[in-house]
């Protein structure tokens, strides 16, 4: 419809990620990731109009709407962006987590990043600070097998990124990102390691983007083919529906659900778009000069 001006990258098919990272975590754990941030967001328990008020550039928004999609942030839920430069946040989130061991309060940093980010040079300066501080951080890797229009495959030596933290005694694991139980159990074993004073750990989150990478995409890189077989045999939400039909949870439950899932979605669109844009006196406050 045009309302939404700018980039917007969209989280779809990688759930069960932010989902399962967020189930084990504690709200005092600080989350950081790069611009497909709306599921982080929204699992920190950000107000969804606040989310889609900043999509469209109201006053309503995070950010007031200035910020647009890549750039939203909350102290008060923990929530540090929103990073539009590919792997600038590994180095931030690293930040928080040598905050977190300088005051000694049993924080973690969530630091999220994906598989194209993992080629860059500042993940690696990054790795070693944190191993060698032993600063509490996962680097949560999320997997989706593609940087834009490139997959894993054409750009990375080592596609096995969980490995990627060897060289710096960094342990990691590779996880069923689009099973949100195995991000879980992950997760937990990945704080537990952090909040010990064992240093940094690497989770691969191996899941899957369904969408273009941002506004535009011609998708020509991959089949249709293989985006409807991630569908139809991995999705994560689909995966938890058919388990809880299979436990004996009734059709009419689950209907409750999406029913008030929608409502949230209306509500929140809703206001998105009749919020009023800022005052143009705004365009000089909240920046550096
Ligand atoms: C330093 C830098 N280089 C290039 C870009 C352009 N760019 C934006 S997203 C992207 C791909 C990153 O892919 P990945 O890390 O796998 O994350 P995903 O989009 O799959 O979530 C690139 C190259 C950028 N924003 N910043
Ligand atoms: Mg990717």
Same mark, same amino acid.
């Given at each position: 419809m045009g309302l939404i001006g700018g980039f917007c990258h969209l989280y779809i098919g990688q759930e069960a990620v932010v989902v399962g990272v967020s189930m084990a975590?504690?709200?005092?754990?600080?989350?950081?990731?790069?611009?497909?941030?709306?599921?982080?967001?929204l699992a920190c328990g950000l107000?969804?109009?606040?989310?889609?008020? %900043?999509?469209?550039? *109201?006053?309503?928004?995070?950010?007031?709407?200035k910020g647009g999609s890549m750039h939203m942030f909350s102290k008060?839920?923990?929530?540090?962006g929103g990073h539009g430069i590919v792997g600038a946040q590994v180095a931030l989130g690293?930040? $928080?987590?040598?905050?977190?061991?300088? =005051?000694?309060?049993?924080?973690?940093?969530?630091?999220?990043?994906?598989?194209?980010?993992?080629?860059?040079?500042?993940?690696?300066?990054?790795f070693n600070m944190a191993e060698l501080w032993k600063l509490p951080v996962i680097f949560i890797i999320e997997n989706n097998r593609y940087a834009m229009g490139t997959s894993v495959a054409r750009s990375s030596a080592l596609t096995e990124f969980w490995k990627r933290g060897m060289a710096f005694n960094m342990p990691g694991e590779a996880v069923d990102g689009m099973d949100v139980r195995a991000v879980k159990?992950?997760?937990? =074993?990945? $704080? %537990?390691?952090?909040?010990?004073?064992?240093?940094?750990?690497?989770?691969e989150m191996q899941t899957y983007r369904y969408r273009g990478h941002s506004m535009s995409d011609p998708a020509k890189y991959r089949s249709k083919e293989?985006?409807?077989?991630? *569908? %139809?045999?991995?999705?994560?939400?689909?995966?938890?529906?058919?388990? $809880?039909?299979?436990?004996?949870?009734?059709?009419? %439950? $689950?209907?409750?659900?999406?029913?008030?899932? *929608?409502?949230i979605v209306s509500e929140a669109a809703e206001f998105a778009t009749q919020d009023p844009e800022p005052d143009p006196s705004e365009l000089y406050t909240d920046i550096l000069l």
């Open positions: 975590a504690r709200p005092s754990d600080q989350t950081i990731t790069s611009y497909r941030d709306h599921g982080h967001m107000d969804p109009k606040g989310v889609m008020a %900043e999509l469209t550039g *109201r006053r309503g928004g995070l950010s007031k709407g008060e839920k923990n929530f540090y690293t930040g $928080l987590a040598f905050a977190n061991h300088y =005051r000694e309060n049993d924080s973690v940093s969530l630091t999220y990043f994906g598989d194209g980010a993992a080629n860059q040079g500042q993940v690696y300066e990054s159990a992950a997760t937990e =074993r990945a $704080l %537990e390691w952090c909040r010990s004073g064992q240093g940094p750990y690497i989770l293989e985006v409807q077989k991630m *569908r %139809e045999e991995h999705d994560p939400i689909e995966q938890v529906r058919a388990r $809880l039909l299979a436990d004996g949870v009734s059709e009419d %439950e $689950l209907k409750k659900i999406d029913g008030a899932v *929608r409502t």
